[in-house]
DNA sequence: CCCAATTTGTTCGTTGGACTAACAAACTCC
DNA sequence: GGAGTTTGTTAGTCCAACGAACAAATTGGG
């Protein structure tokens, strides 16, 4: 029931169908690979006439591959089909406050490479360091194998990015407004470049990249210095009129008398639950920006060092971290009474602390939703080992080739 | 960039680029009536051969007229094309808590025949009530026109509403669980029935048969027993994985100190800005939901009243509509902040006093939108008297004609 | 060992509809 | 009344879905 567009519509030509069959038969091979021809026909409701004229088209392009013949019970038997990732490669790029990793990896998001280094802040200086390391990276691990070639890089930065330009609209952590890091990380490599920003990076990961079922509907909370959410609804991204759609860390959980939040307002959820905000309450300090930055620096204490000392014995650590859980859990029922998603997943430090603050978390969210099934809505961690944000970069690039087509 | 869904795509058939050009033409010719089938061709930027298929096409069906040969500057003078929409009647249902309403209207919404009576809120009652009073509504109206016939029923509910099913899954104002209205309806008048919750009715009301711009990215907010509100996102409406989606009317603002609302929680939104908040605020009570409701049944004040009186300068009033604009804009400024929207509209009572309450609200946005094009987001109210709910209900019936067809 | 049965994958003819171009219709202006 | 212009139709081409027949490759039974 979408409506359409007529500003912008897409027009079905004579060659739509073959363009909206050929991705339906892509994606079938890559959930359920290996799959002969005749399973594909079965699963598509075609006839197998049609699958070996899609097929081909997949085998021309090289999104997909024809491996074993394999045994049957009886009849002739199948050759499988495949996508091909293995001599895929993306580059993904996170950049983040202190450090930025750059990892090379297969089109299926299986890691070759992994690096790090200082961020730099200045742009241009940036893109001059990401430009050489990635050259390095596709020259030792790329030229070795044989028809190897990147297909794109992926860039995940913190704050606002206008996707469909790859501008840099504004990034407290990076002190950016209006960089245009795509132009320019295109212009030094010469390749496809798509930038966006955490949250909705690490929800495109879910999306494509994460377990195959129930991937159209679904929140991505990140918790850390900011607290930030990837919406997916109905198959696809939220990214708002003005590319700032997610930023549930702002919304006032106690607008009277709250802690003083980094973006100016009072008691806002990030005020509450990031990561800078557990610190300063186990230190027994109220958020106050500019303070407590200076307070952290000094006595150099981290989020992973609160959660050691809770898992210690700490008491109160635990106090600090089980406050945290309680606030964490009203903001994932404003997520669940607001969007109401299949399921929510959440990334960040405070995984590492789960056991701990699933309990806390699921009792808030009981006492706020609003029906049986939406207080049932299940709370998946996603630990920080995993790279979330370096597995949405992959998805960045991966993404637009299994998309559906356009149209209407 | 949307994903397919492999467990329910939709395979492209050799008919389905007909379907989608048919349906964007319809569209076409929806927007811009009286339109030639030349001008549709330049905007479609296809030939004049295919439009005349096409068209030749929605005659057949009835969906669209040929109107009359206009004057034209030189050439061969065009034959219109309008959407047919005169003699399609349209049934439109609004169940509130007290009064329930049954519009007769065409398909673009234009009223014919409205009348109200107590709403029974008895499910088997309440339907045979329905089905009598539309049988005799189309008996007048409809026999008198020759080829009227009528398209559908569209049924708006106080509360969640499995729209595939027609279920209203829980409705405390009517005091119902899981109530099959739309077998129950559509088996006494066997006519295609659609049921749904009223913020995302209204939301659709505004997709199909509001303005014709920017209608595929909006919310629409009503304020009145609840806060609720209807999300639209990529031209499609959010109904949510349990069809509870937009319930930003339980978004705690201060979830330590606030008053108690009826969901049992303390601080919402609504239980600073429902009607009832306001006038019991007016009182000089606090909201306590059982009292307050007996309170208000015993002075018998109503939210057009406090508005009156604010209007007529009584301070006390005043000060209460402030309080109730200033939570508003906090709310307002959690859903641009979460979903990002192109605009808002909002509806409910207190749009009587708009222009006393807006400057409120947009002070209040201000100083929590995180960006300054945030901040500025459109708030548009609509008054009451556009009978939102109903033309809702309308929706309901013409979506469906109009959407795009679901493929891959 | 050969033939029936079974399953996979290809080929070929049909058909619907997008696309193109020519043409008929209807009008204005000179 | 003919040239020019614009609208709407028609006839022909071609792409891809669709269906059916066929070739390929295997198992099992007589």
């Known amino acids: 029931m979408r409506k359409i567009d007529t500003q912008r519509f897409v027009r079905a030509t004579r060659a739509t169908p073959r363009a909206i069959n050929r991705q339906i038969a892509l994606n079938l091979v890559r959930e359920h690979q290996p799959i002969s021809r005749a399973d594909l026909a079965r699963r598509m409701d075609i006839g197998r006439g049609m699958v070996t004229a899609l097929v ?14 394999v045994d049957a019970p009886r009849g002739r038997r199948p050759k499988m089909l495949h996508v091909r990732t293995r001599d895929r490669l993306v580059v993904a790029i996170d950049v983040r406050f202190s450090l930025t990793y750059v990892m090379l990896s ?62 840099v609209v504004y990034s407290p952590q990076l002190g950016w407004r209006d960089v245009e890091l795509r132009a320019a990380l295109a212009h030094a490599l010469d390749l496809p470049v798509h930038v966006e920003n955490a949250p909705i990076a690490c929800a495109l990961a879910q999306m494509w990249l994460g377990q195959r079922h129930d991937a159209g509907d679904f929140a991505y909370m990140t918790v850390s210095d900011g607290v930030g959410v990837g919406l997916v609804v109905n198959g696809e991204v939220v990214r708002g009129h003005g590319n700032t759609a997610g930023e549930f860390g702002h919304v006032p959980l106690n607008a009277v008398s709250g802690p003083r939040c980094l973006c100016g307002a009072t008691g806002c959820l990030e005020a509450y639950t990031s990561n800078l905000a557990t610190v300063s309450r186990y230190l027994g300090q109220e958020l106050a920006p500019a303070h407590t930055r200076q307070l952290l620096h000094d006595t150099g204490l981290t989020i992973a060092d609160v959660i050691a000392r809770a898992s210690d014995g700490d008491a109160r650590a635990r106090a600090a971290l089980d406050e945290t859980a309680r606030w964490l859990g009203i903001g994932l029922a404003v997520v669940i009474n607001t969007v109401n998603p299949a399921r929510i997943v959440v990334g960040g430090e405070i995984t590492a602390a789960w056991d701990h603050v699933v309990p806390i978390i699921r009792a808030a969210i009981a006492a706020r939703a609003l029906t049986t099934a939406a207080a049932a809505t299940p709370i998946v961690p996603e630990p920080a080992s995993e790279h979330p944000r370096l597995r949405g970069a992959i998805a960045l690039v991966a993404a637009p080739v299994y998309a559906a087509p356009a149209v209407a």
Do not use: K, N, Q
């Not at 020259?139 to 190897?148: K, L, M, N, V, Y």
């Open 106 to 167: 297969d089109f299926d998001g299986a890691p070759i490479a992994l690096e790090s280094f200082d961020t730099i802040t200045a742009p241009a200086a940036l893109v001059a360091e990401l430009a050489g390391r990635v050259r390095r990276l596709l020259a030792t691990h790329g030229g070795a194998r044989s028809a190897a070639r990147c297909e794109g890089v992926g860039v995940v930065v913190p704050g606002m990015v206008d996707h469909r330009t790859g501008r």
């Open 56 to 69: 081909d088209e997949l085998l021309r392009e090289g999104s997909v591959y024809e491996g074993a013949v």
